[in-house]
Nanobody
Framework: QVQLVESGGGLVQPGGSLRLSCAAS????????MGWHRQAPGKQREPVAT???????NYAESVKGRFTIARDNAKNTVYLQMNSLKPEDTAVYYC??????????????WGQGTQVTVSS
């Protein structure tokens, strides 16, 4: 099993910044992609950003140029730096990882979520 612990959410004014962190522990061998999703009230969960084990990144169009994803493989931690935040970024943000076992089977894991609220 893999445990994911997120931190860094909170209340911020429009135009402000927050940095989310997600630390993985447990059976962490074989972690490949790491990323973040978010879910706003009344909406479906959507991908925000992903980063592969090689460092390649992908972002949702709505956050390009404002959010930056990074990972520290030594700490098994993924970060999401969020700048120029907008009210529409308000959501619960979920960390997610993919782990591949020795048989090549892929397993997704999710964090418990952290609330980000952008409001004046």
């Amino acid at each position: 099993q893999v445990q994911l612990v997120e931190s860094g959410g909170g209340l911020v004014q429009p135009g402000g910044s927050l940095r989310l962190s997600c630390a993985a522990s447990g059976n962490i061998f074989g972690i490949t992609a790491m990323g973040w999703h978010r879910q706003a009230p009344g909406k479906q969960r959507e991908p925000v950003a992903t980063i592969t084990s090689g460092g390649s990144t992908n972002y949702a169009e709505s956050v390009k140029g404002r959010f930056t994803i990074a990972r520290d493989n030594a700490k098994n931690t993924v970060y999401l730096q969020m700048n120029s935040l907008k009210p529409e970024d308000t959501a619960v943000y979920y960390c997610n990882i993919e782990r591949v076992n020795g048989l090549g089977q892929r397993y997704p894991y999710w964090g418990q979520g952290t609330q980000v609220t952008v409001s004046s």
